[in-house]
């Protein structure tokens, strides 16, 4: 009990954010149905953003997750296998999901009865909308980093960081509001399963990295 409020305390911030977050956007789905919802976000666009969120989107990317796990293996191994476990676990339950319910994404939604605004040269996706890999993504990698790198301001930034990444798949006409909420339940709840269970692991081998097994790799030889 002990251990599983430490590794809450030092991620405070970060979770008492999204618990804002999680609560208010449940009450905005619940009075605000999904497709009037959409089609008010949809017109909230401009070039500027068209860019941003064209080039944000990809950081909830799993190809991005993977990158980011590798450079940790240069820092801890314990983190890197933390980033990459909880990307793949919280992808795993999304594409379950996704495939179970096949609800269909706004571009399909809206066809033949509203012109949505879409950014040239993003590839429009027409099902399996509910829940958001994306966000799910998001959720679990800038959780971890806030974890690994503890600092308040960190976790400020990650929080707002998740929020982006989530809400570009809206912007994108991607997903509905709705799809971005329980993809953030998930990579959250998969993200502070996994640290928390993960303490109870304290193999040397996975406090090191990469550059000390070069370094004593060097000594030896040396």
Same mark, same amino acid.
């Given at each position: 009990?002990?251990?599983?409020?430490?590794?809450?305390?030092k &991620?405070?911030v970060f979770?008492?954010?999204? &618990?804002v977050?999680?609560?208010?956007?449940?009450?905005?789905l619940?009075? $605000?149905p999904? &497709?009037?919802?959409?089609?008010?976000?949809?017109?909230?666009?401009?070039?500027?953003?068209?860019k941003?969120?064209?080039?944000m989107?990809?950081?909830?990317?799993g190809?991005?997750v993977v990158?980011?796990?590798?450079f940790?293996?240069f820092?801890?191994?314990?983190?890197? $296998?933390?980033?990459?476990a909880?990307?793949a676990?919280?992808?795993?339950?999304t594409?379950?999901?996704?495939?179970?319910?096949?609800?269909? +994404?706004?571009?399909k939604?809206?066809?033949n009865?509203?012109?949505?605004?879409?950014?040239?040269?993003?590839?429009?996706?027409?099902s399996?909308?509910?829940?958001?890999?994306?966000?799910?993504?998001?959720?679990?990698?800038?959780?971890?980093?806030?974890?690994?790198?503890?600092?308040r301001?960190?976790? &400020?930034?990650?929080?707002?960081?998740?929020?982006?990444?989530?809400?570009?798949?809206?912007?994108?006409s991607?997903?509905?509001?709705?799809?971005?909420?329980?993809?953030?339940?998930?990579?959250?709840?998969v993200?502070a399963?996994?640290w928390n269970?993960?303490?109870k692991?304290?193999?040397?081998?996975?406090?090191k990295?990469?550059?000390? +097994?070069?370094?004593?790799h060097?000594?030896q030889?040396?």
């Open positions: 009990m002990k251990r599983s409020l430490g590794h809450f305390s &991620v405070s979770y008492t954010l999204y &618990v977050f999680f609560t208010a956007l449940a009450f905005i619940l009075i $605000i999904k &497709v009037e919802s959409h089609l008010w976000l949809n017109r909230l666009n401009s070039p500027f953003f068209d941003f969120f064209f080039y989107t990809e950081l909830g990317n190809v991005f990158i980011i796990a590798v940790l293996m820092y801890r191994y314990r983190y890197a $296998i933390g980033v990459f909880t990307f676990i919280s992808e795993i339950i594409q379950l999901i996704k495939h179970l319910t096949d609800l269909p +994404r706004p571009i939604y809206f066809e009865i509203a012109n949505l605004h879409v950014v040239e040269g993003v590839k429009m996706l027409s399996h909308s509910f829940p958001s890999g994306h966000s799910a993504s998001a959720f679990a990698l800038c959780l971890s980093l806030a974890i690994i790198l503890k600092n301001w960190w976790q &400020v930034f990650m929080f707002i960081l998740a929020i982006t990444i989530a809400y570009s798949r809206v912007y994108l991607q997903h509905f509001l709705v799809d971005i909420w329980a993809g953030s339940a998930i990579g959250t709840l993200c399963w996994y269970y993960e303490q692991f304290q193999w040397n081998w996975l406090d990295s990469l550059l000390s +097994r070069n370094h004593t060097n000594k030889n040396y």
